[in-house]
């Protein structure tokens, strides 16, 4: 092979592109090619290299200890830099399929740590931030400032901004000569209002007020505000989650610096969500709700295409799927009934992070005193309603068209006591994890609330605790990828990464009686109650981004090739870079499975 031949080989290996013309140079004067049998020890805990290597064919695997598989190396991966820096390793190294590499002397690799700060930063980061700079080089080509985009980058009209003892007429003229329809109140305690033209209408013209009362007597508090160093696309999912068109934008240190209209955020991203949930809102039958619910896949792929983080995909479209199930709670059950009910959802769609309709998990309480038989016929209608929606109907039958999900308050109170005395029936734990992620959608959302309350308060028993928390375990997380490669190629990326990820979570979520049911969420609230690290934290909320994004992109090709949606993943069809962040995930995903055996002692329950 040519010294040219090297240096492109080296180039396409990250982060050897960031070395100047002459280090590369460098680099290759300093590089030889080497052959090593099958089951030749590398590296070792005594046997620290004097190479850093790149392999060219073959693979090595990576062993802990205790003599497990933590990670495989496959062709153009690299590998100890650490070996190399600290001078020791915990781990050994070992050629699985002969290999053939290159090897770059110690000293020169060191050397070029030393010049050049990028290479060096590369190495001596921590696993979230190696990951970052994997998906960053990965999606570099998608990336856009539709991503990136911060409030301050887009369209900041400036407020008009009036004292809250200010009379209505001059605080119209001062609006005219701002040449907006919007004024900001600002109140003696710093807090913030808003009146807007519709406000006006309904509060002065038609009911006959004298304009000269202060504008803090008309004036909505508070006015929800976002900071200008805010990503734009969360403005967004605000606007579209409250159903509002503006807000205000503050500074750093909270002072009003102008206000952010719907329009312009729609404009800057240039998608049909506001158009969509237009349609949602104007919707006079289930008819006019597939018209809308149609587009949702256009917005996910165009969101997806522009590199968007899934957790805000997920955010936005959960947003837009709670507005199509208020809608058809609204059209299809009688006014009087509807507010004596709850209508919630579970699974994904209660956690938020249901993007491409999957299956349907709802379900609804009504209030104790109420025939819940009055109910039944309308249940039926809403679950086939979803279905003409395009929502599968659950393979598990858990929709409110089943009378185990709808019943009364008490006859679910009953429930799961049944669901937490009976360890021995899995569906028990089953059905309690799901409920779990229960989120009220539409109807009198306090009868959820209060029964997920009387949930956290009958949960004492560590042992019960152990048996939910098990099914974190259930199913295998590849330690290497090659053993896919050459055979089915298939990995069920939900039960091998994204099931372990949120089931755990769910856990000691439960455990710690916390309320929230997003998955990110839960991850930060742990943090903070100091019962996951820092790093951590960060860790599991990386992974569960990868594997999201990996199964999404999988899901939308399916979609587009009109197959059936599914969970296993191709490993042929994935890059080079989505294999790397891939078998980190597998990574941070067993190091989890360890700390929840641990933290619920699960190796003591059988």
């Known amino acids: 092979m040519s010294i040219q031949d090297q240096e492109s080989f080296l180039s396409k290996i990250h982060p050897f592109e960031v070395l100047s013309p002459s280090q590369m140079a460098m680099c290759v004067q300093h590089m030889d090619i080497a052959y090593y049998p099958k089951d030749t020890i590398l590296i070792a805990p005594e046997k620290i290299p004097n190479y850093f290597f790149i392999i060219i064919k073959g693979s090595v695997y990576e062993y802990s200890k205790e003599n497990i598989v933590v990670m495989d190396y496959q062709s ?80 900041i009209h400036e407020a008009c901004l009036v004292d809250e003892n200010t009379k209505l007429i001059d605080a119209i003229d001062k609006s005219m000569q701002y040449k907006t329809s919007t004024i900001i109140v600002q109140s003696n305690t710093k807090e913030y209002g808003i009146i807007t033209d519709s406000l006006l209408k309904v509060k002065v013209l038609l009911q006959g007020r004298d304009l000269s009362i202060p504008v803090k007597d008309i004036a909505i508090f508070p006015l929800l505000t976002i900071r200008d160093d805010d990503y734009l696309f969360e403005a967004l999912t605000i606007l579209v989650k409250k159903n509002i068109k503006r807000v205000g934008v503050t500074n750093s240190n909270g002072e009003m610096i102008g206000v952010l209209e719907q329009i312009d955020i729609l404009s800057h991203f240039a998608n049909h969500t506001y158009v ?89 309480i009504v209030k104790d005193g109420i025939d819940v038989e009055q109910y039944r016929p309308y249940m039926q209608q809403i679950t086939d309603s979803l279905i ?48 779990v992620d229960a989120f009220a959608v539409a109807g009198d959302k306090n009868l959820l609330i209060e029964l997920k309350e009387f949930l956290s308060s009958k949960i004492q028993n560590d042992i019960f605790m152990a048996y939910f928390a098990k099914s974190t375990t ?133």
């Open 76 to 155: 153009e991966d690299t590998f100890d830099s650490n070996s190399l820096i600290y001078g020791q390793c915990e781990h050994t190294f070992k050629v699985h399929e002969e290999l053939i590499c290159y090897e770059i002397d110690k000293k020169a690799f060191l050397s070029l740590i030393e010049k050049n700060q990028d290479f060096k930063d590369f190495f001596l980061k921590d696993l979230v931030n190696k990951i970052q700079t994997l998906k960053d080089k990965e999606y570099t080509s998608q990336l856009s400032s539709f991503m990136i985009a911060k409030v301050e980058d887009t369209l």
């Open 276 to 364: 969509i949930e237009s349609k949602i809102k104007n919707a006079k039958n289930i008819e006019d709700l597939k018209d809308a619910s149609k587009d949702f896949i256009d917005i996910i792929l165009s969101l997806q295409a522009k590199g968007v983080k899934i957790h805000h995909i997920s955010n936005l479209i959960g947003q837009l799927n709670t507005k199509v199930y208020q809608k058809i709670f609204s059209l299809i059950l009688p006014e009087n009934l509807q507010k004596d009910a709850c209508l919630f959802v579970m699974g994904s769609e209660g956690r938020n992070e249901q993007i491409v309709k999957t299956d349907q998990d709802n379900g609804l």
């Open 388 to 435: 003409f929606l395009g929502y599968p109907p659950c393979d598990g039958n858990i929709m409110v068209s089943n009378p185990y999900w709808c019943k009364s308050f008490s006859d679910f109170k009953s429930t799961i006591i049944k669901w937490l005395n009976n360890t021995q029936d899995m569906k028990n734990f089953l059905d309690l994890a799901i409920f």
């Open 474 to 606: 259930a199913f295998e997380t590849p330690t290497t990828i090659s053993s896919f490669m050459g055979k089915n190629n298939l990995i069920n990326i939900k039960k091998a990464a994204i099931f372990p990820i949120v089931q755990g979570i769910r856990s000691l979520s439960l455990r710690e009686k916390i309320k929230e049911t997003t998955t990110v969420k839960r991850i930060k609230i742990l943090e903070q109650k100091n019962i996951l690290e820092k790093d951590k934290a960060a860790e599991l909320i990386e992974a569960f981004e990868i594997v999201n994004t990996l199964r999404l992109k999988n899901q939308l090709d399916l979609l587009q090739q009109n197959k059936p949606i599914s969970n296993e993943i191709d490993i042929e069809e994935l890059g080079k870079i989505e294999r790397d962040l891939l078998k980190e995930s597998f990574k941070i995903v067993n190091e989890f499975k360890n700390f929840i055996t641990y933290r619920f002692n699960l190796n003591k329950i059988f």
